[in-house]
């Protein structure tokens, strides 16, 4: 595992953050009907989250000395106003997101830097309780 092979995969883990973001505040601005009252919180909860994450990822790669994207992933943001879709597209973003640190965490583990690994441990376990209430939430 050479540094180039982590920057990238660090870089495809805050390209997902900031697709994140942009997708939460689509979402929190048209979420509709009365679910409204608790998923606009929720979803603009997630924006501030992916901001958060966003900031720990870029941070990682200026430290290991590479080019931080200011590109977001690609995948298309589907649009709507049904929250059922929205929670239903969450759930998939969320699951990506966490097996993308998933895999990253080992290689942070390789080249020994602790303080990363557990900067990055802690965004990961977010996205798994992301994960877990969008679960319940589905339900
Ligand atoms: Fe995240
Ligand atoms: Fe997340």
Do not use: C, Q
Request: aromatic share 8%; glycine share 4%.
């Amino acid at each position: 595992m050479t540094d180039s092979e982590i920057l990238d995969s660090l870089n495809k883990a805050l390209a997902w953050e900031l697709r994140a973001i942009a997708m939460y505040a689509h979402y929190a601005a048209y979420v509709s009907g009365i679910h409204r009252i608790n998923l606009a919180t929720h979803f603009n909860n997630e924006v501030t989250e992916s901001i958060t994450h966003a900031a720990t990822v870029r941070s990682a790669i200026v430290k290991l000395g590479g080019k931080a994207t200011t590109d977001r992933e690609s995948t298309e943001i589907v649009h709507t106003s049904d929250y059922s879709v929205m929670l239903k597209e969450a759930y998939k973003t969320e699951m990506t997101a966490s097996e993308t640190y998933r895999g990253i965490l080992p290689l942070i583990e390789k080249i020994g830097d602790s303080e990363l690994y557990d900067a990055l441990e802690v965004v990961y376990f977010d996205e798994l309780r992301s994960v877990e209430e969008l679960r319940m939430m589905l339900m």
